[in-house]
């Protein structure tokens, strides 16, 4: 398997506050900013393999909700065909140390798994649905506010594809991106074309981007004119999938994950002050 540690990680506990809404085409988690306040712009969560129902991505949308101020969908652009969350726990026995008949079940249910998610939700299969989601967007509420995407792991792919500079009606597909810990990326290609500013946030154990690729991704992207000039944060002591699949009882872990939160909504806040 290409990236076993897409499959690894900690359900989060908590109340999700948002909705569930059918949205150009899609059923998608809408959250909104408290108390009624007028929304900072639009993310729109782009997320890992566990989808649009796996409750840390709910759960991460509320997040940004709340604490930036903006108005946030997570759609379901797997069409119900997000990884199981079983996998997490075969995952987990796979590569544990202990009994090998168990280890090699636990092996075999991940692969059964894995495999048609990969086929059913491959890049561009899916990337159709996604850009027409931001298409409508964009000549909807995109009018009056600005868009941002929000991509993880396998959503890290589609959210520099986005930056790449699609348009609708002269208009930016998104203002600006951010991918945490990103997979399935072509580099340097893939950052090479990027014409919106992206953030990255990048663990420093991670099989998708080495730590020299992730110097390589900040070079290209801070060389970036300042239109679309980028930055790149590598979060020590990290794995594929902290921002959120983090363990959060363990307290350096879920500080590196609520970092990367406010990277994101820094990041977002500030493009979004000056989105034309």
């Given at each position: 398997?290409?990236?076993?540690?897409?499959?690894r990680?900690q359900?989060?506990?908590g109340?999700?506050?948002?909705?569930?809404?059918?949205?150009y085409?899609?059923?998608?988690?809408v959250?909104?900013?408290?108390?009624?306040?007028?929304?900072?712009?639009?993310?729109?969560?782009?997320p890992?393999a566990?989808?649009?129902?796996?409750?840390?991505?709910?759960?991460?949308?509320?997040?940004y909700?709340?604490?930036?101020?903006?108005k946030?969908y997570l759609?379901d652009?797997?069409?119900g065909?997000?990884a199981?969350?079983?996998?997490?726990?075969?995952?987990q026995?796979?590569?544990?140390?202990?009994?090998l008949?168990?280890?090699f079940?636990?092996?075999?249910?991940?692969?059964?798994?894995?495999?048609?998610?990969?086929?059913r939700c491959?890049?561009?299969?899916?990337?159709p649905?996604?850009?027409?989601?931001?298409?409508?967007?964009?000549k909807?509420?995109?009018?009056?506010?600005?868009i941002?995407?929000a991509g993880?792991?396998?959503?890290g792919?589609?959210?520099?594809?986005?930056a790449?500079g699609?348009?609708i009606n002269?208009?930016?597909?998104?203002?600006a991106g951010f991918?945490g810990?990103?997979?399935?990326l072509s580099?340097?290609?893939?950052?090479e074309?990027?014409?919106?500013p992206v953030s990255?946030?990048?663990?420093?154990?991670d099989n998708?981007?080495?730590?020299?690729q992730?110097?390589?991704i900040k070079a290209i992207?801070?060389?970036?004119?300042e239109?679309?000039?980028?930055?790149l944060?590598?979060y020590?002591?990290?794995?594929?999938?902290f921002?959120?699949?983090?363990d959060?009882?363990?307290?350096?872990?879920?500080?590196?994950?609520?970092?990367?939160?406010d990277?994101a909504?820094?990041?977002f806040?500030?493009?979004?002050?000056t989105?034309?």
């Amino acid at each position: 398997m290409s990236c076993p540690d897409c499959f690894r990680g900690q359900i989060h506990e908590g109340e999700t506050k948002g909705k569930v809404i059918k949205h150009y085409g899609f059923d998608t988690y809408v959250s909104e900013p408290p108390n009624g306040t007028t929304p900072k712009g639009i993310i729109v969560v782009i997320p890992d393999a566990f989808g649009w129902a796996f409750p840390n991505n709910r759960i991460l949308a509320d997040t940004y909700a709340e604490k930036g101020g903006f108005k946030v969908y997570l759609p379901d652009f797997m069409n119900g065909h997000a990884a199981p969350v079983s996998m997490l726990f075969s995952m987990q026995t796979a590569l544990a140390p202990g009994n090998l008949f168990s280890r090699f079940i636990a092996a075999v249910q991940t692969v059964l798994a894995a495999v048609p998610f990969f086929i059913r939700c491959a890049p561009g299969r899916t990337f159709p649905g996604v850009k027409g989601f931001f298409e409508q967007l964009r000549k909807e509420e995109g009018q009056a506010l600005p868009i941002g995407a929000a991509g993880f792991c396998w959503g890290g792919k589609h959210t520099v594809t986005l930056a790449h500079g699609a348009e609708i009606n002269g208009q930016p597909l998104i203002d600006a991106g951010f991918t945490g810990h990103p997979s399935l990326l072509s580099l340097p290609s893939d950052v090479e074309k990027i014409k919106r500013p992206v953030s990255f946030a990048c663990a420093e154990d991670d099989n998708q981007i080495s730590l020299k690729q992730a110097e390589q991704i900040k070079a290209i992207v801070t060389a970036f004119p300042e239109p679309y000039k980028g930055e790149l944060r590598v979060y020590q002591k990290t794995g594929h999938g902290f921002a959120v699949r983090a363990d959060l009882k363990v307290p350096d872990v879920a500080a590196q994950a609520a970092a990367a939160e406010d990277q994101a909504i820094a990041w977002f806040t500030s493009h979004f002050s000056t989105a034309t």
